[in-house]
C-alpha cells in the first residue's frame, strides 16, 4: 500500500548459494534504499541510489552487491553470506534526498535467513 | 559519525497510560523526522519537524523538536493497543543524502 513492493517476503538461503532481492517502487521518486535491521539494533543503511547513481556505501562487505537499472528498480544480489547476515532487509524510496528533510517510503522488506 | 539514541529502549504500559520516548543527536540537525514500526511491518512516515521548538499534534501524539536542534521527544496521550510498535526517530543533517536512524522504543501496550 506504500508503493514500494519487495520480493521475495521470505527468503532462506545456505552460505554457499547465490540469491537476488528486489525492490521496486510506483511513486515516482528518484532515490532507493537499502536498509538492514537486525534485531534489538537500529536500522542501518547500507546503500543509496540518487538518479541510478550510488551515492552512499556504508562500508558493506562486497558479498552484498547493489544493481539499480533505472529509478524504478532496485536489487541486492548475495552471495557467500554468513549467518550473521540474517536480518529484515528494508527497502525504501524518497523523492531527492539531496533536497534535505526527504520522506522515506518503505517496502515490506526480505526476511533473510542464513543458514 | 552521527548518532541517534533513543530512550528508553523498550516501554511496557497499560492502556490509557501516557508514554513518551526521547530522541538524542550527536549533532545539530536539519530536521527530524518520526517513523513507526508495527511488529512484523516496515517503517511508516508519521511526521516531520524543521523549526527549533517546533511542536506538532496527531491526535494523541505530541511531537516536539527542542531548541538547539539536537532532541526530539514522541508523547502518546492515553495510550491505546494499536500504538503498540516500534517509534523511530530520523535525523537529518542536511548535508547528506540520508538519514540517520535512532535506536527505537518498543512500546507495548496491555489491557
Known amino acids: 500500500e506504500t508503493g514500494v513492493t519487495q520480493t521475495p517476503r521470505h527468503l532462506v538461503m545456505g552460505m554457499t548459494n547465490k540469491k537476488s532481492l528486489k525492490c521496486e517502487q510506483h511513486?515516482?521518486?528518484?532515490?532507493m534504499y537499502w536498509y538492514k535491521q537486525s534485531a534489538k539494533k537500529p536500522l542501518e543503511l547500507m546503500f543509496v541510489?540518487?538518479?541510478?547513481?550510488?551515492?552512499e556505501n556504508n562500508s558493506v562487505p562486497s558479498r552484498f552487491s547493489p544493481e539499480c537499472p533505472n529509478s524504478s528498480h532496485l536489487f541486492l544480489h548475495l552471495h557467500t553470506l554468513q549467518p550473521e547476515d540474517s536480518a529484515l532487509y528494508l527497502c525504501?524510496?524518497?523523492?531527492?534526498?539531496?533536497?534535505?528533510?526527504?520522506?522515506?517510503?518503505f517496502g515490506p522488506g526480505t526476511r533473510l535467513l542464513v543458514l | 559519525g552521527q548518532q541517534v539514541m533513543q530512550i528508553p529502549q523498550y516501554q511496557h504500559v497499560q492502556e490509557g497510560e501516557d508514554f513518551t520516548t526521547y530522541c538524542n543527536s550527536s549533532?545539530?540537525?536539519?530536521?527530524i523526522q518520526w517513523y513507526k514500526q508495527r511488529p512484523g511491518g516496515h517503517p511508516v512516515f508519521l511526521i516531520q519537524?524543521?523549526?527549533?521548538?517546533e511542536v506538532k499534534k496527531q491526535k494523541r501524539l505530541t511531537f516536539q523538536f527542542g531548541e538547539a536542534k539536537k532532541n526530539s521527544s514522541l508523547h502518546i496521550t492515553a495510550t491505546q493497543t494499536t500504538d503498540v510498535g516500534t517509534y523511530f526517530c530520523?535525523?537529518?543533517?542536511?548535508?547528506?543524502?540520508?538519514?540517520?536512524f535512532g535506536t527505537g522504543t518498543r512500546l507495548q501496550v496491555t489491557l
Open positions: 525504501a524510496s524518497s523523492q531527492d534526498p539531496r533536497a534535505g528533510g526527504e520522506t522515506q517510503y
Open positions: 511513486l515516482g521518486h528518484n532515490a
Open positions: 541510489y540518487n538518479f541510478k547513481e550510488q551515492t
Open positions: 549533532t545539530t540537525l536539519s530536521n
Open positions: 519537524l524543521v523549526k527549533s521548538g
Open positions: 530520523a535525523g537529518d543533517t542536511g548535508t547528506a543524502s540520508k538519514l540517520t
